[in-house]
């Protein structure tokens, strides 16, 4: 579907550090990553540490995947930044979201395809205005099948789906912020994940290795699936870098 499997490169299950521990660097170090856009009154996050460690120059916060990213905002909201842009991967839904494809989120859906009522901010904050944009939809399990994929395309009208982008919309407008969202596909729509792969992570975004070691165990054929998934979040974890004017050369944290 999205996040969950893209630590999966052997050496990166760590990721960075989870969303209660990231220490916050001025906004000027983040700046210095390579951005030439982003705006010094804009709080960046992830849902998942191995989102934050593709973007790792911007210290941006975790704030953990699905539902449970609401209690990873709650720190911002003493901020003096009033401004969220969230950074990460997504399921592809239609054919023209194919894996490394990285989008503008434009509207976020529930899975019956009903629009959230509070929009992203218009123009993403300056940040990727070349993109192409999509919609995305919020659910609250993984689409681990292409037939799963198939059903939620044809009842939500979107082309992602992730497990936050409600949540922070609907937090956000709780607060008065602004928010824009940015997304990467890591698995197509022609794509499976593996049976079990939404207990791979841990509720403040890091790597549930316990949890994935009983999903392989009872699903011992999505082992075979890991050296893909692996490859696939290299791919879309270099086409959001470039998407995002950071140096090609400089790797995530692992």
């Not at 969303?19 to 990553?33: M, V």
């Not at 194919?98 to 993403?124: D, M, Y």
């Not at 999509?134 to 399990?141: E, G, M, Q, S, Y």
Request: hydrophobic share 40%; glycine share 12%; charged share 20%.
């Amino acid at each position: 579907m999205r996040a969950l499997p893209c630590s999966l490169r052997f050496r990166a299950f760590g990721g960075a550090r989870g969303k209660w521990e990231i220490g916050r660097q001025p906004q000027d170090a983040r700046l210095a990553g390579g951005l030439r856009a982003l705006p010094a009154s804009c709080e960046v996050v992830c849902p998942l540490s191995a989102e934050a460690s593709i973007v790792c120059e911007w210290n941006p916060r975790v704030i953990g995947p699905g539902a449970s990213c609401v209690e990873g905002l709650r720190p911002l909201a003493s901020s003096r930044y009033r401004r969220i842009l969230v950074l990460g991967l997504a399921g592809g839904l239609t054919s023209s979201a194919s894996s490394g494809t990285v989008f503008r989120v434009r509207s976020v859906r529930n899975h019956l395809g009903e629009p959230v009522f509070r929009q992203p901010a218009v123009g993403c904050f300056g940040v990727g205005a070349d993109l192409a944009e999509a919609d995305i939809a919020c659910v609250d399990h993984v689409a681990e099948s292409p037939v799963a994929k198939a059903e939620l395309a044809r009842r939500s009208g979107c082309q992602l789906v992730d497990m936050e982008s409600a949540h922070v919309a609907t937090w956000c407008a709780t607060q008065g912020w602004e928010w824009a969202m940015i997304r990467v596909v890591l698995d197509g729509p022609d794509e499976s994940l593996p049976q079990g792969i939404g207990r791979w992570c841990r509720q403040d975004g890091g790597m549930n290795y316990a949890g994935m070691f009983l999903s392989l165990l009872f699903n011992p054929g999505s082992i075979l699936s890991i050296p893909a998934l692996a490859r696939s979040r290299a791919v879309a974890g270099k086409s959001l870098r470039q998407a995002l004017g950071l140096q090609a050369g400089v790797k995530g944290r692992t």
